[in-house]
């Protein structure tokens, strides 16, 4: 085989076979497909797509194409992924929650894709963190903490961590055969127990309308339980942020509050739920609403930031972030307010636009080389359905530069709409999968 066949039998939408796809796994892996092919090879499939079958070969390869680990721990191995949203930071929750439940939690994490944040560069807003372990220190984290939240190493799925780049900068991002492949077989590395996804839908996710967030829900389901891993998953709503903030180090902040008890909402509400079939999955409790009341008590009663607080020491941060975590936060230079032009009632947020203006300040990539800077973003962003008064702020920006926070406040004013009417935001949870 050899990378010019496959890619013009792409090209001209031939279906490639399973022997097909591997090699292209394995091309990835070591380097043969050249950085050239690799976008060409993402930019037919996002094209033109793959049946079931070539999805779940492709997935299978890519796990394949490195270390799979093994566990032999005294209770489940569990983990969560989402699809991508804006001012979802719900993985830095979850995980140490299900720790606290009775759960082991290897969870391997991305960094920012898109205009969406990424898990790993909001850990590492935190000084001293450290996401890439190798396998004998994760081991170790997560048999003595319960959780971890790392980075995928050159030893796990190598091909996904190449293809991975390629996608953020060719503008296939939103494949779901890629996005499918790329999730799971990093997942299925792990050697996971239980799985939930949690499937974004509206304007700050990949996938707008719920038809094709349904589509991913049910593709990944069925291939990761063809794979042997049982899964579920959640598809939620993303027309607003999840939380009010969005940017490393501000999405850290939001996390210690819902850590401390300062703030409850959808974040915990969200986190029930995946936590919930988790829990339920595993036999750690009768039913998800049982697993999703036991991971909200872990969150109140302090148990999920004691783990948090053991993870981050673990991972090089502070030993003390969970009690002092406002003095070790970055902060930007430049805080500017979105005041509104006009009285009104939030009829829509435009998400991607919002997680884009994040960007543009400097907390994401235009290009894998980029630098991020965890102190710029957005914070008190209006939720929808609130009403909103002239000379309001909107959101507050946070930048390095006064030319960026311009430019930021024009993004986020024309990303929010007002207008008269009442609105009732939608339901936080829409359905499940699986």
Request: proline share 3%; aromatic share 2%.
């Amino acid at each position: 085989m050899e990378a010019r066949s496959i890619l013009a039998k792409l090209r001209h939408d031939e279906r490639l076979s399973a022997d097909e796809l591997t090699w292209v796994a394995g091309a990835l892996a070591d380097q043969t497909l050249s950085a050239a092919q690799a976008g060409a090879f993402a930019m037919g499939v996002c094209r033109n797509g793959l049946d079931e079958a070539g999805r779940v070969a492709l997935t299978r390869a890519m796990c394949a194409s490195g270390h799979v680990l093994t566990w032999n721990l005294d209770k489940p191995v569990l983990d969560k992924h989402s699809t991508g949203g804006v001012g979802d930071c719900v993985s830095l929750v979850l995980a140490p929650a299900l720790a606290a439940c009775g759960a082991y939690v290897p969870m391997i994490s991305g960094r920012g894709l898109g205009h969406t944040g990424g898990t790993l560069d909001k850990l590492e807003a935190i000084p001293g963190v450290g996401v890439m372990l190798d396998e004998a220190r994760l081991r170790q984290v997560v048999g003595q903490v319960g959780c971890a939240i790392v980075g995928a190493t050159g030893d796990i799925a190598p091909a996904d961590r190449r293809l991975y780049a390629v996608r953020d900068v060719t503008a296939t991002v939103d494949s779901l055969d890629l996005i499918t492949a790329s999730i799971l077989s990093k997942k299925l590395a792990a050697g996971l127990e239980g799985l939930v996804l949690d499937v974004k839908v509206g304007s700050g996710a990949f996938m707008k309308d719920i038809g094709a967030a349904r589509d991913l829900a049910q593709a990944l389901v069925s291939t990761a339980n063809a794979a042997g891993c049982p899964t579920r998953a959640i598809i939620s709503d993303m027309s607003q942020p999840l939380v009010p903030s969005l940017g490393n180090a501000l999405e850290v902040t939001e996390v210690m509050r819902v850590l401390g008890g300062e703030q409850t909402g959808a974040m915990v509400e969200l986190c029930g739920a995946l936590g919930g079939v988790l829990l339920a999955g595993a036999g750690l409790a009768k039913n998800a609403d049982a697993g999703a009341a036991l991971i909200k008590t872990a969150i109140a009663d302090g148990r999920a930031a004691e783990k948090f607080g053991a993870m981050i020491a673990a991972l090089g941060g502070p030993v003390h972030f969970v009690e002092q975590w406002r003095r070790f936060l970055p902060e930007a230079t430049v805080v500017r307010e979105v005041i509104a032009h006009e009285a009104g009632i939030v009829q829509a947020i435009d998400g991607e636009a919002l997680g884009l203006a994040v960007v543009a300040l400097g907390g994401g990539r235009m290009v894998e080389t980029d630098p991020v800077d965890p102190a710029v973003g957005l914070s008190d962003v209006v939720r929808l359905g609130m009403r909103v008064e002239k000379g309001q702020p909107l959101a507050v920006v946070h930048a390095s530069r006064l030319t960026q926070a311009d430019k930021a406040v024009a993004a986020v004013r024309a990303a929010i709409t007002l207008g008269g009417g009442a609105l009732t935001p939608p339901d936080l949870i829409v359905e499940t999968v699986g």
